[in-house]
Every structure is written in C-alpha cells, then in structure tokens.
C-alpha cells in the first residue's frame, strides 16, 4: 500500500474515480488502541472511525502528518492495520457505534466534508486537533449527532 499526498481537487477526482459516490454509508464506529505500554487511561490512545459501505470498508483518521483513508473488503484490514502494518494488539471499540446509518450519503460525502471542514489545512496539535477531535467529528457527521451532518461543515 502507498501514501498518496494530493491537492483537494486531485484528491475529490482521485475519490470519484474510485466510485466513492455509489458507496452508501451502512455502519460507523469509532476503534482506539493505546500508544504505549500504558493501559491507555491517560489519553495516550489512538482513535479513528471505520465505516462500512456498500462494497468496501473505511477508515479515516487523523495522524501527526495528515489525514489518512483507508479501503479494503474486509474489516480486519483497515480496523486492524495502518497501510499494511499491524497496529496495536489491543485494539477495542471507543464506545460509538451506528449499525443502521440511513441517510443515503456516500463516502465521497465524508470527503466533501473533510475538504469543507477544512480539516486538510489544520495541523496536528495533541491538545486542540488529534485524532481523538477528528474521530468524533467525522462520526459525529456521519450519524447526525450533535448537530453536525456531512451535508454542512459543522
């Protein structure tokens, strides 16, 4: 698997090509797994959303060096790897979970809200915008929750 860096157009065309509008959102959930040796209680945990489409699953995360998305048929791939490496070994749910997501928005709508939000242009800072905020955000859109929708940029 390759690290893709590209500019917002190229990266909503490379979506499309991928045929992200016809990839209806069906589930969402949050994953985290500890950063260290630390059973994770202190916020030294790792967070980010999968999400089940019609053919694929997703993950969308936030790292120290930009956003991340991933796409396999199964599961395991994008919940259990980054990039084909295995992450922690206790990886466990965040708590958030929406199995029957059913507003009929696709992945390309998640990309449109990440390039709206303007997350792309917003660095990693561990206290006001890491992974824990981006997860939240990102599920917090896709199932409507807290007032925030993919279809605005709350």
């Not at 991928?18 to 030294?44: N, Q, R, V």
């Not at 915008?129 to 929708?149: K, T």
Request: contains cysteine; glycine residues 6%.
């Amino acid at each position: 698997m390759s690290k893709t860096p590209l500019e917002k157009t190229q990266l909503l065309n490379y979506f499309k090509k991928l045929g992200t509008k016809k990839e209806e959102i069906l589930k969402a959930k949050i994953w985290k797994h500890p950063l260290s040796y630390l059973p994770g209680s202190l916020g030294d945990w790792h967070e980010y959303t999968v999400v089940e489409s019609t053919n694929w699953y997703w993950s969308f995360e936030k790292q120290t060096d930009g956003i991340y998305v991933q796409r396999s048929k199964k599961e395991a791939d994008v919940k259990n790897k980054l990039y084909g490496e295995d992450r922690s070994w206790r990886i466990g749910p965040e708590g958030r979970s929406n199995d029957n997501v059913e507003y009929e928005e696709t992945i390309y709508n998640i990309i449109e809200w990440i390039i709206n939000r303007k997350a792309l242009d917003k660095t990693y800072h561990v206290l006001k915008s890491n992974c824990h905020f981006f997860a939240s955000l990102v599920y917090q859109a896709i199932v409507r929750d807290s007032g925030r929708r993919l279809d605005n940029t709350k």
